[in-house]
Structures are given as C-alpha cells and as structure tokens.
C-alpha cells in the first residue's frame, strides 16, 4: 500500500528554520516526483517546491527561493523540506504528495498520493 507520511512540523519563531521529512513505503522513491504543499487556513493548497527524485531536478515557487531547500535519500526512501527564514504569513499545514508521472508540476490536481500533512506555525 503507497502511503506517505510527513513530520517536523511544530512551532517556530519567525527568521527561524524548520526541516519537513517525507517518508514513503510501498513503492520506491526514486523515479517520482515529489511535490511539498502548503494550505492556510481558509486558503487554497499552493505549491511550494517539487523533486523528480530520479535526478534530482527541482523547482520552487517564487515566494520561497533562496530560502527553502528541497533533498531526497533515495536509501531512506525520504524527501526533505529545509525551510529557513520562516514569514508568519508561511503557517499552515505541509503536505507531502507523489506524483507517479515524472515531471515537477505546481498544480495540487496533478499529484496521485498525499500524506496527512504536518502542521507549521511560525509565531512570535
């Protein structure tokens, strides 16, 4: 069963830094793309990064670049979200979602899997 699970989510200060983990089991996570979301309370899912975890091509959305990193341990079967320099207007709940066709897309309708999602705060 293709399941996803994220964490490290949690409360942060803004200017600080949090890292989401993606964790994948039943199928491999090396020639998918993973994609990270954000959605804010009352707001629509918006993209936030993606990686084809074949090789390792990402993109980010605009409002996050230079900020956040996105990573994959194809031996751990994991995707990684380091988000630094954290804006309040960032809180929401992350989700991690797969995409079985290979190509990094923004569009949330495009992605086959989800996880439950990982709550971020960023709050003085």
């Known amino acids: 069963q293709l399941q996803l699970v994220e964490s490290g989510g949690g409360l942060v200060q803004p200017g600080g830094s949090l890292r989401l983990s993606c964790a994948a089991s039943?199928?491999?996570?090396?020639?998918?793309?993973i994609g990270w979301f954000r959605q804010a309370l009352g707001k629509e899912r918006e993209g936030v990064s993606c990686i084809d975890t074949s090789d390792g091509i990402t993109d980010f959305a605009d409002s996050v670049k230079g900020r956040f990193a996105i990573s994959r341990d194809n031996a751990k079967n994991t995707v990684y979200l380091q988000m630094n320099n954290l804006k309040p207007e960032e809180t929401g709940v992350y989700y991690c979602a797969v995409k079985l066709v290979r190509l990094c897309v923004s569009a949330a309708r495009d992605y086959d899997y989800w996880g439950q999602g990982t709550q971020v705060t960023v709050s003085a």
């Open positions: 039943g199928f491999t996570l090396d020639r998918y793309a």
